[in-house]
Nanobody, 117 residues
Framework: QVQLVESGGGLVQAGGSLNLSCAAS????????MGWYRQTPGKQRELVAM???????NYADSVKGRFTASRDNAKNAVYLQMNSLKPEDTAVYYC???????????WGQGTQVTVSS
């Protein structure tokens, strides 16, 4: 069973930075891609950033230039460096890992990020 454990969330003032971590149980080479999603009450979960097994990244327009996704294969972990945070970045952030069929998506438990104005 795949386990993903996020950490690094918290409360920060607007303009500040946070670095989220996601530790996977076992090798992350199993996953075709890993990503970060976020969700606020009453809204759908949205993709924030994604990084493939080859290291390619993709970002939501709202975070381009401010957030950076990275991975450390030796530590079986992915990270999300968030700079220039805005109040609208406030959300629960979830780590996602995707394996090809017949498997699918795996999710962490989420970590709260709150940006005060």
């Amino acid at each position: 069973q795949v386990q993903l454990v996020e950490s690094g969330g918290g409360l920060v003032q607007a303009g500040g930075s946070l670095n989220l971590s996601c530790a996977a149980s076992g090798s992350i080479f199993r996953f075709t891609q890993m990503g970060w999603y976020r969700q606020t009450p009453g809204k759908q979960r949205e993709l924030v950033a994604m990084i493939t097994s080859g290291g390619s990244t993709n970002y939501a327009d709202s975070v381009k230039g401010r957030f950076t996704a990275s991975r450390d294969n030796a530590k079986n972990a992915v990270y999300l460096q968030m700079n220039s945070l805005k109040p609208e970045d406030t959300a629960v952030y979830y780590c996602n890992a995707r394996r090809p069929p017949p498997w699918g998506d795996y999710w962490g438990q989420g970590t709260q990020v709150t940006v005060s104005s």
